[in-house]
């Protein structure tokens, strides 16, 4: 029996040594991953839709939000997730019978949806949710600790190759949204003859000088 369980240590003890750096890889990866979708994702869309506030029916919303007391703010937090996640069974559904595409779509739409609106109610809801004792106790645990392993990630070539991808991404997307406004621009002033407003006339006017 000794001889059972002084083998099993060993084996678990080998499995780890093996196991450990690529476990550990794994989970770096994983983290940096949630921080880039965190800095790609809640921030933007969050302030997206702190734009989008700026339309009459939002912004009263959103007073009403951030009048909400502890615990009516705390639901709140939470009904994006609860509303969005039928969605996600939905897409679970399309993934079993092999819709692949259409599943792809419905789960990160839900997931873009959700962390927007959990972003969002968050930022207004916040000084309410912190005269809550045991969450404002663990968000100033979480804060400090979220911080230290971000400063760990960030330092690791996972992110840094991560924020090269990133900057190669949104420049190609710069070079496709201009070249498309630039198409869209020059088709309008054919068929009118006027530069269109929302555009910018100056710009796209020293885009067809240039030209």
Known sequence: MVITIWTVRELLRTAWRISRGPLIAALNITAALIILFEEWGWRPLSELLGRLAKFAPLAALERLLARLPPYAALVALALPTSLLLPLKFVAVWLLANE????????FVG?????????????????????????????????????DALYAQIRASWVWRYGRIVKGRVLS????????????????????????????????????????
């Not at 819709?99 to 419905?106: D, G, N, R």
């Not at 968000?139 to 979220?146: A, L, M, N, S």
């Not at 630039?182 to 000088?209: I, K, M, Y």
């Open 172 to 211: 190609q997307a710069r070079k496709i949204w201009n070249d498309a406004r630039r198409r869209v621009a020059a088709l309008w002033r054919r068929w009118t003859g006027h530069d269109l407003p929302f555009l910018g006339a100056s710009q796209d006017g020293a885009d067809h000088s240039a030209k």
């Open 99 to 106: 819709h692949f595409v259409s599943a792809t779509f419905l």
């Open 110 to 146: 839900a997931k873009i949806a959700s962390t927007a609106l959990i972003a969002r109610i968050f930022i207004l809801t916040k000084p309410s949710l912190m005269r809550i004792g045991w969450f404002a106790r663990t968000y100033d645990w979480f804060v400090p600790w979220k």
